[in-house]
């Protein structure tokens, strides 16, 4: 049965019936950044973490494994955190370091250096002409920004957007966000198999720890999916907004706000 993100129990008012799922089991803790540690913004260089939210990490992380992954470069997500006990998971988990270990660098995302360079061209071409449009160059995706384009405008970054997939149908592939496109290659990788492959890479695959995975955006889902009856996945967002809507989810809970989230993070760590 399809489960609606307007049905979730709320992980703080439900905070008991989670504390059972936990007991005698040691979270790991992944958790997306954008719209879960810090508030959606217009400019992504301007989504900057609180320092109670730092703290609020900081402290889990004492205390078990936490993870950030991302669609951010790797780089881009440790500057922003500003903590060395984290393992961060950049380009969606291609790219990842671990406190223990250093580098786990995925291979398959090399080899399309020169498209995504291409792609980067032909979007600055077009984008740069239409006001607030926005191009995002990242390590293993480029990313088109629209949230500050004119309602009217904005049929031209989905134009040009589908015209580069259309030249490259085989070899790119589209993630929307949140006023954003992204483009990727394609390859079979989500922040689902990223969290399954993390799980494995880390060795927390283990019968004592139990996964737990937070985050607001379609991406996170392939994420719930994949934790989904080993784990534990939290959706952040309102269940009012007209962008979540009545959207199915693999969640199991939802927490309304980056405040929130923060408090649960607390919670955990106590
Ligand atoms: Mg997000």
Redesign the pocket.
Same mark, same amino acid.
């Given at each position: 049965m399809p489960k609606y993100i307007s049905d979730l129990p709320h992980a703080l008012t439900h905070g008991d019936q989670l504390a059972q799922q936990l007991t005698s089991k040691r979270p790991a803790v992944f958790l =997306?950044? @954008? %719209? *879960?540690l810090t508030p959606i913004v217009d400019r992504p260089e301007d989504a900057i973490i609180s320092e109670s939210m730092r703290e609020a990490v900081r402290g889990l992380a004492e205390r078990c494994s936490v993870c950030v992954v991302s669609g951010r470069d790797r780089q881009v997500v440790q500057e922003l955190m500003g903590l060395n006990n984290l393992i961060v998971a950049g380009s969606h988990g291609f790219d990842i370091w671990s406190p223990g270990g250093g580098m786990i660098q995925r291979e398959e995302g090399g080899d399309f250096k020169e498209l995504l360079d291409t792609v980067k061209t032909q979007l600055y071409e077009v984008l740069n002409a239409i006001a607030g449009a926005l191009v995002e160059p990242k390590k293993a995706s480029v990313a088109a920004h629209y949230r500050l384009v004119a309602e009217e405008e904005r049929p031209k970054v989905k134009a040009v957007v589908d015209s580069i997939l259309a030249a490259h149908p085989d070899k790119l592939k589209v993630t929307p %966000?949140?006023m954003v496109y992204e483009i990727q290659p394609k390859l079979d990788w989500d922040k689902g198999k990223a969290v399954l492959y993390l799980l494995t890479a880390l060795d927390l695959d283990r019968g004592d720890i139990i996964p737990l995975y937070i %985050? @607001? =955006?379609i *991406? =996170?889902e392939h994420a719930f999916a994949a934790l989904a009856g080993r784990g534990i996945g939290i959706f952040v967002g309102r269940p009012d907004d007209p962008e979540v809507g009545g959207r199915t989810t693999a969640a199991d809970y939802i927490l309304h706000t980056v405040e929130e989230v923060e408090q649960f993070l607390e919670s955990l760590a106590r």
């Open positions: =997306d950044y @954008d %719209g *879960t %966000g949140k %985050g @607001d =955006d *991406t =996170d």
